[in-house]
């Protein structure tokens, strides 16, 4: 979707939303609360419409202002990230080779031609350390190597391969690049200009933030990534991330086995109650869902320890954000 594409639509979903009776819109936030609270995994649930809460529930867990390990809503957030940096020049685009910026001399195979875009999209070619193969991988003395030792699967590019491995290499790429720690890059671009915070997370055993995973941010903080996406990537008047990265990051380049929904820079694409939305999902049942046409943001947090497949529980949360959707 082009940025002046998103805008237009942005401008009807605003339309629609201050057409519809103010009663209707109230019920329909209060049949979601309800429909929300039946489910015991669910943490919170947070809707934005026009910037403002429409939803904001929480029935267990740490609430709404405090910190939630938001799994691999990481790997969006990694995104994010990864845009600001190349529109600080810190990284040349997605098409940067991975090992320069790791340090590492060449190869002789396809690991010589993964670049930052592959990555991204999931694509890195390298045999996925998630999974099953998770619990091996954190127990390894270092985690770079371990990830870049994996088998190759295919071409860097060709398949979508879902990794936790390949997106550590990212982030380790961009704290190399820029000589700045990921907590501090999340907390300088991103915290400071929208007021929000990351806790600190794991680290691997060389001191690198785990890229892709397991990063702590309050649901209501994370509501406001989400709107600050919407606003074509800006806060207050000012840019945080440029409106062509989001575009670039909703260019649909893989496809998910599990869902079937497609796969951009960190971003899930799908449709749902007949409009595009692009999400964030997580371990547990964590999720940051933007619906531009809609203008619409919704965060649901849920138990970390608990899986959410998509043929069981988050099957049941995309019914909620089908009924979020519907109800904007």
Same mark, same amino acid.
């Given at each position: 979707?082009?940025?002046?594409?998103?805008?237009?639509?942005?401008?009807?979903?605003?339309?629609?939303?201050?057409?519809?009776?103010?009663?209707?819109?109230?019920?329909?936030?209060?049949?979601?609360?309800?429909?929300?609270? #039946?489910?015991?995994?669910?943490?919170? $649930?947070?809707?934005?419409?026009?910037? @403002?809460?429409?939803?904001?529930?929480?029935?267990?867990?740490?609430?709404?202002?405090?910190?939630?390990?938001?799994?691999?809503?990481?790997?969006?957030?990694?995104?994010?990230?990864?845009?600001?940096?190349?529109?600080?020049?810190?990284?040349?685009?997605?098409?940067?080779?991975?090992?320069?910026?790791?340090?590492?001399?060449?190869?002789?195979?396809?690991?010589?031609?993964?670049?930052?875009?592959?990555?991204?999209?999931?694509?890195?070619?390298?045999?996925?350390? &998630?999974?099953?193969?998770?619990?091996?991988?954190?127990?390894?003395?270092?985690?770079?190597?371990?990830? *870049?030792?994996?088998?190759?699967?295919?071409?860097?590019?060709?398949?979508? $391969?879902?990794?936790?491995?390949?997106?550590?290499?990212?982030?380790?790429?961009?704290?190399?690049?820029?000589?700045?720690? *990921?907590?501090?890059?999340?907390?300088?671009?991103?915290?400071?200009?929208?007021? $929000?915070?990351?806790?600190?997370?794991?680290?691997?055993?060389?001191?690198?933030?785990?890229?892709?995973?397991?990063?702590?941010? &309050?649901?209501?903080?994370?509501?406001?990534?989400?709107?600050?996406?919407?606003?074509?990537?800006?806060?207050?008047?000012?840019?945080?991330?440029?409106?062509?990265?989001?575009?670039?990051?909703?260019?649909?380049?893989?496809? &998910?086995?599990? &869902?079937?929904?497609?796969?951009?820079?960190?971003?899930?694409?799908? @449709?749902?109650?007949?409009?595009?939305?692009?999400?964030? #999902?997580?371990?547990?049942?964590?999720?940051?869902?933007?619906?531009?046409?809609?203008?619409?943001?919704?965060?649901?947090?849920?138990?970390?320890?608990?899986?959410? #497949?998509?043929?069981?529980?988050?099957?049941?949360?995309?019914?909620?954000?089908?009924?979020?959707?519907?109800?904007?």
């Amino acid at each position: 979707m082009t940025r002046i594409a998103r805008r237009s639509l942005l401008a009807g979903g605003v339309a629609t939303c201050v057409a519809a009776p103010a009663v209707l819109r109230a019920q329909g936030a209060a049949g979601l609360a309800d429909a929300a609270s #039946r489910y015991d995994q669910l943490h919170s $649930i947070l809707v934005l419409r026009g910037g @403002e809460e429409v939803v904001a529930q929480a029935f267990r867990g740490p609430g709404l202002d405090r910190v939630a390990n938001v799994k691999s809503v990481s790997k969006t957030l990694l995104s994010l990230l990864t845009g600001i940096a190349i529109d600080r020049d810190e990284v040349s685009g997605p098409d940067a080779a991975l090992l320069p910026l790791l340090g590492r001399a060449p190869t002789g195979d396809a690991r010589d031609r993964i670049t930052l875009g592959d990555l991204l999209s999931l694509r890195g070619g390298l045999s996925s350390t &998630s999974g099953p193969n998770y619990g091996e991988w954190v127990s390894s003395g270092n985690w770079v190597e371990y990830a *870049l030792d994996q088998p190759l699967q295919s071409e860097p590019g060709e398949r979508f $391969i879902y990794s936790t491995g390949s997106t550590h290499l990212l982030g380790v790429a961009l704290a190399r690049a820029t000589g700045n720690d *990921l907590l501090s890059l999340f907390r300088s671009w991103i915290g400071a200009p929208l007021g $929000i915070d990351f806790a600190p997370w794991v680290a691997d055993p060389q001191g690198n933030y785990l890229g892709g995973n397991d990063m702590g941010i &309050s649901p209501r903080d994370l509501a406001r990534v989400g709107q600050m996406v919407l606003q074509d990537g800006a806060w207050n008047g000012a840019s945080v991330v440029s409106p062509d990265w989001i575009d670039a990051s909703w260019t649909a380049r893989a496809r &998910s086995p599990w &869902s079937g929904d497609r796969y951009g820079y960190g971003w899930f694409l799908t @449709e749902l109650a007949g409009t595009p939305v692009r999400y964030a #999902r997580g371990y547990g049942g964590q999720i940051l869902a933007v619906a531009p046409e809609r203008d619409t943001v919704i965060v649901i947090t849920s138990d970390p320890m608990r899986p959410a #497949r998509s043929a069981g529980y988050f099957g049941d949360l995309r019914d909620l954000l089908t009924q979020a959707v519907a109800a904007s």
